[in-house]
């Protein structure tokens, strides 16, 4: 496990490569699925969830998108000090474990659903049902015998 070394000058050091690193690389340990710990200097106390709240929190203000709203924050507020809160925290790794799992299939499922709602989409799928229809219409069906037109009278015929 990689130890990141957090000193009172706010900045985190890498003992591992022996150098100070950002919360960018934090991120970067944390997409890359790398195992770490963020260690305060002094006491050695784990502060890994501080710096992770910390990255949540930039990544909101740098217009990410809010995945953490005001409300979903104060429901978790809530469950703290209460006899779920226990069973909460589990419910909710459970679950984005789960969502992690299936993340392909969520994918391909909200496309078909944004897909349906599109009017070019439905209209595409109107056209391709109506023209499948007319053709039937219009092909001939076995032992009949095409229709031919026939050939204009050309003037000098006449």
């Not at 260690?39 to 890994?48: F, I, N, P, R, V």
Request: hydrophobic share 35%; charged share 25%.
């Amino acid at each position: 496990m990689r130890i990141l070394r957090k000193y009172t000058n706010r900045r985190l050091y890498d003992t591992s490569r022996s150098c100070y690193v950002t919360l960018e690389d934090v991120k970067a340990l944390v997409l890359s699925g790398e195992a770490f710990q963020v260690q305060d200097s002094k006491t050695g106390a784990d502060l890994t969830r501080n710096i992770l709240l910390q990255i949540i929190s930039e990544q909101e203000a740098q217009g990410h998108g809010t995945l953490l709203t005001n409300q979903v924050l104060q429901q978790l507020i809530r469950f703290y000090g209460d006899s779920m809160q226990g069973m909460m925290s589990q419910y909710l790794e459970q679950s984005i474990a789960a969502f992690l799992e299936h993340q392909e299939r969520i994918r391909e499922q909200m496309q078909t659903m944004m897909g349906a709602a599109n009017p070019l989409t439905m209209m595409n799928r109107i056209a391709d049902q109506n023209m499948a229809m007319w053709g039937g219409m219009f092909t001939p069906e076995k032992g009949d015998e095409p229709y031919v037109a026939p050939e204009p009278e050309k003037e000098q015929d006449k």
